[in-house]
């Protein structure tokens, strides 16, 4: 009879191997500043996180010209894109405004989202790093975020890179006639959960 450690161990290497063949493929991947060229590729990918939002819909236009407002004004804020090759698999966006707390300037990262099939191996990891870093080299002092309430595993990805909840409650007034739909509600479509971005 095998015992487990024997049974594990035979069939460490090719576990093992898969993991370092995605590790080193990840090494290839690359953080850099978005370009108005990237806006197609990024706007697809706000599509795949807006899928997995309760509160927020994919919609092409809006979210181009989203980018396109932040590609135009570095003190606007600053939109990252992870690359594999040429090909945009990743992004952040980070937005700045100044903070009366802590007297300086502080983030909010607006969004993030990684491909599915890029997804492991650290990716998420490298470019949240280098959102957090480029953040710092701007001179804020606090980045921000907001997850889905019901996406526990972006919580914990988030919470693995130091980010901890906040005892404030975020709060939408929507000033474009738009009808805010709760969470969780028939009208928003049940409310499900979403694999992190």
Do not use: K
């Not at 993030?112 to 990716?123: F, K, L, Q």
Request: net charge neutral.
């Amino acid at each position: 009879m095998i015992r487990f450690w024997e049974f594990v161990a035979q069939r460490a290497p090719p576990l093992i191997s898969f993991a370092v063949r995605r590790q080193e493929a990840n090494t290839q991947m690359e953080v850099t500043p978005a370009t108005e060229d990237d806006v197609p590729a990024l706007s697809e990918l706000l599509g795949v996180l807006f899928q997995q939002e309760a509160e927020f819909r994919p919609d092409p236009e809006r979210q181009s010209a989203g980018l396109r407002a932040i590609l135009g004004c570095a003190d606007v804020g600053q939109v990252l894109v992870l690359r594999d090759g040429p090909a945009a698999v990743g992004m952040v966006s980070l937005l700045f405004l100044p903070s009366t707390a802590l007297g300086g300037r502080v983030a909010l990262l607006e969004d993030m989202v990684v491909r599915p099939d890029a997804r492991g191996g650290g990716a998420g990891s490298r470019l949240l790093e280098a959102a957090a870093e480029f953040a710092r080299s701007a001179g804020c002092l606090r980045i921000t975020l907001l997850t889905d309430a019901h996406n526990a595993a972006a919580q914990r990805f988030y919470g693995r890179h130091g980010f901890a909840r906040s005892a404030m409650i975020p709060m939408r007034l929507l000033l474009g006639g738009q009808r805010h739909v709760e969470p969780g509600t028939a009208a928003d479509g049940g409310g499900r959960s979403a694999f992190p971005g």
